[in-house]
């Protein structure tokens, strides 16, 4: 049964998951097709997805699956060879979200990924810079701290590079930083933490400021111990080798990453149709045309100058922020003069690994 309201003034929202039969991909796109703000979730990858999108289909929420696979045709290197399912997938949506690409197998470390997803994430910039230039786009690919700089530059070669509406997603830094303080504490309410986290989404490239979460846990005994607080840094970093070391060989982080791009998307969904403002890190491009980036940088100047840092700051920062119709609304930079002694060395720590990683990303498109 249906029912039309003329008053109705929400927009149609369309969301496609690029990578949508992948470990990630499957998860979020179930959470996803649970979503009531969603009309259309269009599924993409090149192997199986018609089970994948048959399988959601009998879900009776009112969200529409579209089902895309890449064809055998589009795969052979000719110029002519368009993929028509990809540019079906993404034509008109609102929202992208990549979780397309390799993960991390015991032993390599996000940067071993670079030159595989390098040349995935290239092929579906150049169909969004095509067919959907306007959409928002989230990448969760790894190495994000690289991959996004890739994106980044296919789009300014494209000439449609919108600063404010491409997000790297490092959500899941700061999910696993709430979960263990938390288990640190009491092993209660891990999402009543709210621990913003800066930097990078790699390694020591990561920066959780527990000293500036929402609860008072900066005075906590247990964070005065400089070996209990280095443990539960290094656990944030690292976090992502206690799973791929868990799963054996059969993969990285899946369920908590697809709750953590779920939780993104619709901390993105709820600014965009104004219904609520939060707060939240994502690593993105600092360009001066979104509001706080210049005072960011300012701040950053400032701080690395009174350290005697000859560090460049970074081109991109996961930093927090919120969100709109248009994307980013308003950068917190904030933080960088709240950073304690042990954070502002993590920092730049962080800033110099991030440079080499998007130093990578744009000399792999210019290359
Ligand atoms: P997976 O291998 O299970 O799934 C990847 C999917 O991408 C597969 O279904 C594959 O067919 C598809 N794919 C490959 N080439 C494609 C192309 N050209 N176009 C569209 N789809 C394509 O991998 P998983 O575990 O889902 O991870 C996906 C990515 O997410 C990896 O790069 C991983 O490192 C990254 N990741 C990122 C995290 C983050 O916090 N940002 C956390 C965990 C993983």
């Not at 470390?109 to 595989?116: A, E, H, M, P, V």
């Not at 701080?303 to 980013?328: C, R």
Request: negative net charge; glycine residues 6%; contains cysteine.
């Amino acid at each position: 049964m249906s029912t039309t309201d003329t008053t109705d003034t929400t927009p149609f929202i369309k969301v496609s998951v690029l990578g949508a039969a992948g470990g990630i991909g499957q998860p979020l796109s179930l959470l996803l097709k649970l979503n009531p703000h969603i009309n259309e979730l269009a599924l993409y990858d090149v192997v199986n997805i018609p089970g994948v999108a048959a399988d959601l289909n009998h879900i009776d929420t009112d969200v529409k699956i579209t089902c895309h696979m890449k064809s055998k045709s589009a795969d052979s290197n000719s110029n002519e060879s368009l993929n028509e399912s990809l540019k079906n997938a993404i034509e008109n949506s609102n929202f992208i979200i990549i979780p397309a690409g390799l993960p991390r197998k015991p032993g390599m470390t996000r940067g071993d990924l670079f030159n595989i997803n390098a040349n995935i994430c290239k092929e579906l910039a150049e169909y969004i810079a095509l067919y959907s230039p306007n959409s928002i786009v989230l990448i969760i690919s790894n190495p994000v701290n690289s991959t996004v700089a890739v994106f980044k530059e296919i789009f300014v070669k494209f000439n449609i590079f919108n600063p404010k509406k491409l997000f790297g997603v490092t959500i899941l830094d700061h999910v696993r930083s709430n979960t263990f303080i938390s288990e640190l504490i009491d092993g209660t309410l891990p999402n009543h933490y709210n621990v913003p986290v800066v930097g990078g989404h790699s390694g020591h490239s990561i920066v959780p400021l527990f000293s500036q979460s929402n609860c008072d846990i900066s005075n906590l005994k247990i964070l005065n111990d400089e070996n209990i607080l280095d443990s539960l840094i290094h656990r944030v970093q690292y976090g992502g080798d206690e799973i791929v070391k868990a799963k054996n060989g059969l993969g990285s982080a899946t369920l908590s990453m697809a709750y953590a791009g779920n939780k993104f998307f619709n901390i993105i969904l709820n600014g965009y149709l104004n219904i609520k403002e939060i707060k939240i890190s994502s690593y993105i491009y600092l360009d001066d045309s979104i509001p706080g980036i210049i005072e960011l940088k300012n701040n950053l100047k400032i701080l690395l100058n009174k350290n005697n840092k000859n560090i460049k700051i970074p081109e991109f920062l996961a930093t927090p922020m919120t969100f709109d119709l248009n994307g980013i609304k308003n950068v917190d930079y904030t933080w960088v003069n709240k950073m304690n002694h042990k954070e502002q060395e993590m920092f730049f720590i962080a800033a110099d690994f991030i440079n080499q990683n998007v130093e990578k990303g744009i000399n792999f498109v210019h290359s």
